[in-house]
């Protein structure tokens, strides 16, 4: 019957359209930046390699617990260049920073060690004379940029880890648009 036989081919021709364009939804987990992570997208294809290379990225640039990340050579006073992911978060830390008053200051990471939160992992015999000699190191407000170059005291030590998270976020968002 040619009814039939029609009705069958549009059925198949349906239904190869439908499967070729379909999404599917898709998870994807891991570690990363000292946590997990959990992705739940729309996608035709996997993109947890294309989320771990992000995460990859913005370690190589940010993370104070790799000693040869752009974030450890600037803090150990070692001349290198820093990358877009860096200057991005160097930019808005410094919005915020005025924005606030210098209340959010991602260089407060010489403190931030002495007291054991950082990656020295030590603690000192802190008192106010201390503090107050660690403190001068202290203030984004010392820190600025040229091109991608980041000129700061030696003692500052900047650290990113209040905002690098979300920024990390941020660029998965936007690999996903």
Known sequence: NCNSMKKIVLFIFLGLISCKNSMKQRRSSGGVFGTTYSVIYDSKKDLKQEFEQVFDEINRSMSTYMPNSIISKVNNNRTTSIDTHFKTVFETSKLIFDETNGRFDPTIG??????????????????????????????????SIDGFQIIKPNATIIDFNAIAKGYGVDQIGELLA
Request: charged residues 30%; hydrophobic residues 45%.
């Open 110 to 143: 010489a403190v931030v060690n002495a007291w054991d939160f950082g990656p020295e992992g030590k603690i000192e015999k802190l008192d106010s004379i201390k503090i107050k000699h660690l403190m001068h190191s202290v203030g984004l407000d010392k820190v």
